[in-house]
């Protein structure tokens, strides 16, 4: 299983992905059925979730909604940390995930509104570098996973600043690992070379742990929180979060 999961999100564009791929899972949940883990998303439970990842990950992938440890932790920050189940908030989900998407669209506080440049499962067509959107349009702006792909991260970031309100918010994850600065190199086209330095073949830079510092330079305010160390090991094991993960928080600059 382990193989097969990294043939598939190493090769296979994550467009179709996203079309086909709940519908396999789903059959696959059958055989996962249990009560060891509860995806506090969905609110099923299994014997374990599945692996997932280049370098597959134990017990990280819901089978029913697809949510990963991140989606998890993220879920419940929003619900014991921030206003968004409470107040009446204007949302932009940029290159939303599909354990959220139906989820955030039902919620009656929100109007919830996804883009993505290429996901057929977005409502707008979108560029993150120019964002079609007035000043101060949102309450919140959620992007993750984005900024590792984009050609000026920097931008991107200035982009969301100018569309949030003066009291929005929003969280903007990315991979980041042990490095003391960012690695980058836009002279470094190809995939297998992008891969080998970057972690994946359509990554073009390897943030470390300047990131939100890094961020911050576009005028948005960067802040990392580190929510999952106020969680018990118990929780942290029955819901399969990462126990290492900060979000980044940010704040209209």
Known sequence: MKSIISFVIRYIPRKYLQLVSHFFLRVL???????????????HS???????GRKARENALCPNCLALERHRLMWLFLQEETNFFTDRLKV????????????MDALPNLDYITGDIESPLAKVKLDVHQIPFEDESFDVVFCNHVMEHVDDDILACSEINRVLKKDGWGIIQSPVYNLEATLEDKTITDPAE??????????V?????DYAKRLSTSGLNVHENLF????????????GLPENEVIF???KG
């Open 29 to 43: 949940a059958i055989f996962y059925r249990g009560n060891q883990v509860s995806c506090n998303v969905c609110n």
């Open 46 to 52: 299994f014997r374990k979730f599945l692996p997932y």
């Open 92 to 103: 932009l989900h940029i290159a939303p995930e599909l354990c959220f998407i139906d989820r």
């Open 194 to 203: 992008r891969e080998r330095l970057f972690g994946q073949r359509d990554h």
């Open 205 to 209: 830079r390897k943030y470390g742990k």
């Open 228 to 239: 999952v160390k106020t969680l018990s090991q118990e929780k942290i094991k029955a819901h």
């Open 249 to 251: 928080y940010c704040k």
